[in-house]
């Protein structure tokens, strides 16, 4: 499970938008479909991590306008644990 999250993040950020000021954003479903299967499955996997917390506390935080740091801050967690 945690090879394809990353292989399913990976292919994701192709779907950004590029937003007035040259960052990037998710719009649609694809980014909250991926990032509620990462934080199940550190909830699963990791319960007790740093990692873990950290993931859930940015997500909890997140809007359009900083999704796609939570995104590169989710994959750099699951990456970590591979």
Do not use: C, H
């Not at 090879?3 to 192709?14: A, D, V």
């Not at 991590?49 to 995104?71: C, G, H, L, P």
């Amino acid at each position: 499970m945690l090879e394809q999250l990353i292989e399913e993040g990976i292919r994701l950020e192709s779907k950004t938008t590029r937003n007035q000021f040259g960052g990037n954003y998710f719009k649609g479903v694809e980014f909250e479909e991926w990032i509620a299967k990462v934080i199940r499955f550190l909830e699963e996997d990791e319960k007790d991590s740093a990692v873990t917390k950290r993931v859930i506390d940015r997500f909890m935080n997140m809007n359009q306008n900083n999704n796609f740091e939570v995104y590169q801050m989710a994959l750099g967690a699951l990456k970590s644990l591979s």
